[in-house]
């Protein structure tokens, strides 16, 4: 019989793992996408055009795409919690190397490779974050636990407009990377203590059941995800890259008030994906969810680039609406990959989702930088919004579990 301590206990470690993953996932969000606040800084302090600012604030994204799959098969192989705790100190040393080269002046092309390398040993967070949440949550809690953990990512990005373009303006790019340094270098010592590897079979009983098998043959369930998921990180990018530029060079507010929009902005875009994760706990589907939110995206994306052509406040709003829409389906696409390829294949898939995602991501700094000093933000936004229209039909109907994540501790 359980006794009601073990059962709180158990509990206890579950949601303490989860504060966990959230902590590491958020230093992460805090590096690889707050050097997009860098942009202000860099364009209109060191004389760099838009495409150039873009390129520069995108290498740790291009650093993601290049370490997802290998933390995710390391984690597979060994585990999470060596995953969280070495990746994220490995970023902290990166970080901290590319703010000092900042400081000493460094050419754009030594800062680009040493945030790269962060960007690279960051990754680890999502692959293995979203790994130990699943595997200590159980299917009917699963939605609102990995919705809690892809809050991370917004709140990273709150803090990080809170404080980069203000500190950067202030007293040079140099100085603003050391709070994602100092951020990810606290998740790692965090991560160390805290983190516990999550109950799965061995593996010779894992083979008997058939859960070492590869989850991409015999279905595009994964697949059809990871394309609809692409599609949908486009206008999410636009958003996190340049709606404080947009404040800023084209509405003409100051760095510290256009960082308070966007930061209330990512909190509001939090708090929806903790939202569609209950919902899809109460309906019991990811994928039902998952295609209404994507319409949504379509919608506020169309409307704020409309909206952009006025000189009102209604344009002001509907950047926070596009803000909030925008980060929305990643928890749901997110679980569902882990659910689909189970725990011998469940870091590789979320690295392949993820790397899939960041390759997109990486192209939006330089392509839309260029796109919005050719046709202006407004044509910017609505092409931003074409593109995930290609994924309402590409989301599945449904999605296989695989048999393994059907219950947890």
């Known amino acids: 019989m359980t006794s009601t301590a073990t059962v709180t206990a158990g509990t206890t470690r579950r949601w303490t793992i989860l504060a966990l993953g959230v902590l590491a996932q958020a230093a992460q969000a805090v590096l690889v996408n707050g050097t997009a606040f860098l942009i202000p800084t860099l364009h209109e302090q060191s004389g760099m055009s838009l495409a150039q600012a873009g390129t520069l604030a995108s290498a740790p ?33 990166a970080t901290a190397a590319a703010a000092f080269a900042a400081s000493a002046g460094a050419t754009s092309g030594a800062l680009a490779v040493l945030l790269a390398l962060a ?41 990080a407009a809170m404080t980069i373009p203000v500190v950067a303006r202030d007293h040079g790019v140099g100085w603003a990377l050391a709070f994602p340094a100092a951020a990810c270098a606290i998740a790692a010592v965090a991560c160390a203590i805290g983190i516990a590897d999550p109950p799965r079979p061995e593996r010779g009983d894992a083979e008997a059941q058939g ?16 394309a609809a998921s692409v599609l949908l ?5 636009v958003v996190w890259t340049y709606a404080l530029v947009w404040l800023v060079t084209e509405r003409g507010w100051a760095e510290s008030a256009a960082g308070l929009v966007v930061t209330a902005a990512q909190f509001l875009g939090a708090a929806s ?95 839309f930088g260029a796109l919005i000093g050719t046709v202006g933000f407004g044509a910017a936004f609505a092409i931003s919004a074409a593109v995930p229209a290609l994924a309402i039909p590409v989301v599945p109907n449904e999605h296989r579990k695989n048999p393994d994540t059907e219950s947890r501790p």
Do not use: C, K
């Not at 699943?134 to 709150?158: C, E, H, K, T, Y």
């Not at 209950?278 to 319409?295: A, C, H, N, Q, Y």
């Open 233 to 237: 990180v486009v206008p999410q990018y």
């Open 273 to 367: 994906r903790v939202a569609v994760g209950v919902w899809s706990d109460r309906v019991g589907s990811r994928m039902r969810p998952l295609r209404i939110v994507t319409v949504a995206v379509v919608v506020s994306m169309a409307a704020l680039a409309l909206a952009g052509l006025t000189a009102g406040p209604v344009a002001i709003v509907l950047l926070v609406v596009a803000s909030v829409t925008t980060v929305s389906p990643n928890g749901l696409a997110f679980t569902a990959v882990a659910e689909v390829a189970g725990p011998y294949w469940g870091g590789r898939a979320l690295g392949i989702q993820n790397t899939a995602q960041f390759v997109a991501a990486a192209a939006v700094g330089p392509a």
């Open 119 to 159: 960007g690279a040993a960051a990754s680890s967070a999502n692959s293995a974050s979203g790994r130990v949440v699943v595997g200590w949550f159980p299917p009917d809690r699963r939605g609102l636990a990995m919705g809690i953990r892809q809050m991370s990512i917004p709140l990273g990005v709150a803090l």
């Open 61 to 93: 994204v291009f650093g993601v795409v290049f370490g997802l799959v290998a933390w995710g098969a390391v984690a597979d192989r060994h585990g999470e919690r060596i995953v969280l705790a070495v990746g994220p100190a490995l970023a902290a040393v």
């Open 211 to 226: 859960l070492l098998g590869n989850p991409y043959r015999g279905s595009t369930v994964l697949q059809r995800i990871h």
